[in-house]
């Protein structure tokens, strides 16, 4: 599985640095995607386009949702000048989801290794929902609410009411199985490193699941140990350790230095002990 750590701590703050495809990139990649959906669908209305999803209707689907973050992933990865790369990516994703809608019965056999949590704000949380209901749960000490998904190769698709019931899983399993494939993600050692070493890490997969992480970290630090978490957007995971002077600069810079501007999180630090979490 793909992760990594960035990590650097100097006097009085941190030295943060992020690369990220440009915004008018990713602008141009969502717009090749909906005309490439639009000249092989006719039939699918495209009703507002962002960087990270692209909404859409059609005679089976009356509030369709595609999540970009796969294209992005595919078609970044390429120069910018790769026409024809872009082109195959978009086919690969069409052909693998778009063809019947997205829509697609729920398994345990097929979905269950493939089910993760998201983060996202609790006031976001009728807009998710109002068109579905799905599974959901608040977290304790933050303004934000967990969603769940089944993240496969090629598509990432929320796991709604319905699809639970698909599943034949309580929503308490769901939960525990989401975490469960987190942590082959995220090993203690992205948390002992800032703990055991006084190092502030900076996790940055940019899997969407970077922000989800924190979920793991009280589960990670012994009863006597805290640490300070970062979570602006949610593919930003920052961890420092609290600091001896009370000077919390650096960890407030990053935590108003989002990665992606489309999927706000936290703008303050979070206290994180193995009991749970705080707000600063």
Same mark, same amino acid.
């Given at each position: 599985m793909k992760w990594f750590?960035?990590?650097?701590?100097?006097?009085?703050?941190v030295i943060l640095s992020m690369i990220a495809a440009p915004l008018s990139r990713r602008k141009k990649i969502?717009? #090749?995607? /909906?005309?490439?959906?639009?000249a092989r669908r006719p039939d699918i209305s495209i009703n507002r386009i962002t960087t990270s999803h692209i909404h859409f209707q059609s005679d089976h689907v009356k509030n369709g949702q595609i999540d970009l973050h796969k294209i992005m992933t595919g078609c970044t990865a390429l120069k910018a000048e790769d026409r024809e790369g872009r082109r195959n990516i978009y086919e690969w994703f069409f052909n693998s989801v778009l063809v019947n809608d997205g829509i697609e019965t729920f398994s345990r056999e097929k979905h269950a290794e493939h089910i993760l949590p998201q983060l996202i704000r609790a006031e976001h949380l009728t807009f998710f929902t109002k068109r579905c209901p799905m599974p959901h749960r608040r977290l304790d000490g933050l303004p934000l609410c967990i969603l769940y998904v089944a993240d496969s190769e090629q598509n990432m698709q929320y796991?709604? #009411?319905? /699809?639970?019931?698909?599943?034949?899983?309580?929503?308490?399993e769901l939960h525990e199985l989401a975490l469960a494939n987190l942590r082959k993600l995220f090993p203690e050692q992205a948390v002992?490193?800032?703990v055991d070493h006084h190092s502030m890490n900076l996790i940055a997969a940019h899997d969407c699941y970077d922000a989800a992480r924190l979920l793991l970290v009280p589960g990670y630090?012994?009863?006597?140990e805290k640490l300070l978490a970062m979570i602006p957007d949610r593919d930003t995971l920052g961890l420092a350790p609290v600091p001896e002077s009370g000077d919390m600069t650096g960890v407030e810079q990053l935590a108003n230095t989002p990665f992606n501007e489309d999927k706000l999180l936290i703008n303050r630090p979070i206290l994180v002990t193995r009991n749970g979490f705080k707000l600063l």
């Open positions: 750590f960035l990590f650097s701590a100097v006097a009085g703050g969502a717009a #090749e995607f /909906a005309a490439y959906i639009k796991i709604t #009411e319905e /699809a639970l019931r698909e599943l034949e899983m309580p929503p308490g002992r490193i800032v630090l012994n009863e006597d």
